[in-house]
Structure formats: structure tokens, C-alpha cells
């Protein structure tokens, strides 16, 4: 079964469910069941997506209409609750064997100040879900152990750009890294990847 799904905190402003934007509306549909893989070039000591978050609790099942989304899940990442997290997105697209940067690139330089943020785009997707708000508010990604509850919903991965996008495969590239209070960056940032193709509605 091909699932598909975005993160919690969704493809950073450039995609989302944009209700009144102009510009071209696309269904990313993966091509891996799994989901999320690691990076293809992950930096040493960066784990993927099980270094982010147990999933154990959370159930993903495909309906003919989306994700259907339930249970909880756990933060994982091993960092300070003082540290600024930086999130940053990349979707490279394969051309002639090779994968080739696009201009669909993303950074927060301070992720946890926006992130349940209801005025963000990717607020419908994941954070609005989220039973206990005020503690995902307060504790970001930074403290190990935060449960995050999630009311059930159905999640459609439905994204709006504003212009036309080749066909062929496409690699979103996630990656989230902490700084401490000196501004210096930690050795254990996290890498993964979601792979698969634009389709236009």
C-alpha cells in the first residue's frame, strides 16, 4: 500500500492545504510504502525519521478519501529544551538520472515559535489535531518524551504552487537541526526523505 503523507510540521509555507491561493493545485502521491527513508546523503550521526519520532502509537490507513489518522506519537530527539531548532525543506526532481534542485526550498530559522501557529498553512495538516496543544506550544520538539494526542481526521496531501511541475519523481528533503544557547549548532540534526510524484487536479 502506498501511503500518502506529509510530517507534522508539512513542507514549510510552499506547501500545504491553501484554500484561497492561485496557482496550480497538485496530490503528492508517494511511491514507497514505508513512507519515510533515510536521506541519501545523511550526514554522520544525523538519524532519520525514528530519530524525530516513535510512530509505534500512531495508526496510518489509506481510504479512498486520505490518511486516516489516529492514536499518538512520541517525541524522540535527544536535544535541550533551551536549544533553537532550525527546519529546513529541499524537493529535488529527477531529470535524465539525475536529481536536480528546484526552486521549492524552505528554511525557519526559529521553528518552534511558528509551528502551531493557526495563521501557517501547515497548521490544518498536523498541529490543529493535536489534542494537547498547549503542551506541543510550549515544548516544541525539544523535550524527549512528549506525547502528542491526536484527535482521528483524514488527511489529504493536497499542495498549491504557482506554477506548472514537470512530471517524474520528486524527493522532499527534511531536515531539522538544533542550536544551543551559544548558537552552536548540535551534532545530531535529523535527516529524512518522502519520495514520490506530483499529480495535477
Not at 494526542?149 to 528533503?173: D, T
Amino acid at each position: 500500500m502506498n501511503l500518502r503523507l506529509l510530517l507534522p510540521w508539512q513542507a514549510i509555507i510552499l506547501l500545504g492545504v491553501v484554500e484561497h491561493s492561485l496557482g496550480y493545485m497538485y496530490e503528492y502521491v508517494m511511491d514507497d510504502e514505508s513512507v519515510f527513508i533515510d536521506c541519501l546523503d545523511n550526514p554522520e550521526g544525523y538519524p532519520g525519521m525514528g530519530g524525530l519520532f516513535d510512530l509505534s502509537n500512531m495508526t496510518l490507513e489509506m481510504g479512498p478519501d486520505g490518511i486516516h489518522v489516529s492514536g499518538n506519537t512520541t517525541s524522540n530527539w535527544d536535544i535541550e529544551p533551551t536549544d533553537r531548532i532550525e527546519a529546513r525543506l529541499a524537493i529535488v526532481h529527477l531529470q535524465r538520472g539525475i536529481w536536480q534542485p528546484t526552486i521549492y526550498n524552505m528554511m525557519s530559522s526559529d521553528f518552534c515559535k511558528c509551528y502551531v501557529d493557526p495563521q501557517q498553512y501547515w497548521y490544518e495538516l498536523f498541529p490543529k489535531h493535536v489534542i494537547n496543544q498547549e503542551e506541543a506550544r510550549e515544548k516544541c520538539f525539544n523535550y524527549k518524551g512528549t506525547v502528542y494526542y491526536l484527535r482521528p481526521y483524514v488527511l489529504k496531501m493536497k499542495v498549491s504552487v504557482p506554477m506548472l511541475l514537470p512530471n517524474g519523481q520528486y524527493r522532499m528533503i527534511f531536515n531539522l537541526f538544533a542550536f544551543d544557547v551559544n548558537n552552536v549548532r548540535r551534532p545530531n540534526g535529523i535527516c529524512f526523505e518522502m519520495k514520490g510524484e506530483f499529480f495535477k487536479i
